[in-house]
């Protein structure tokens, strides 16, 4: 169901966004399967890199239900604008900005 997909999405987000500011701007380390890094190094570099790939793909997903909310049953809106509250919950992801990463080089975008 649309409610279900619209929760997941919305929690994935957040989980994303509670790691706060200054670990979702920066650059992840590089994973490189013949480095010297440890295999728990490794395993934390892979888990992060999904987690960003998990909310970026899901603030896509919101967004695809968002611009079509007017042919969605009103419960979906009242899911968005009453149960989520959605309006001021991606203020938080615009000021996160989670699309961009910031390092020595500058920023770099998704």
């Given at each position: ?9 919305w ?5 994303h ?9 920066a ?6 399967q013949k ?18 790939s ?11 239900i ?9 419960a ?16 938080d ?6 699309w ?7 920023v770099?975008?998704?």
């Open positions: 169901s649309v409610l279900e997909l619209l929760d997941y999405a929690r994935q987000v957040n989980i966004l509670s790691f706060g500011n200054a670990k979702i701007s650059v992840p380390p590089v994973i490189d480095s010297t890094q440890s295999p728990s190094q490794l395993f934390a570099a892979q888990e992060w890199e999904l987690q960003c998990r909310s970026l793909t899901c603030v896509t997903l919101l967004w695809f968002i611009d079509r909310l007017e042919s969605l049953p009103m979906v809106m009242n899911a968005v604008l009453q149960k989520n509250d959605m309006l001021v919950g991606f203020s992801v615009l000021l996160a900005a989670p961009q990463r910031r390092g020595r080089e500058g770099q975008k998704f």
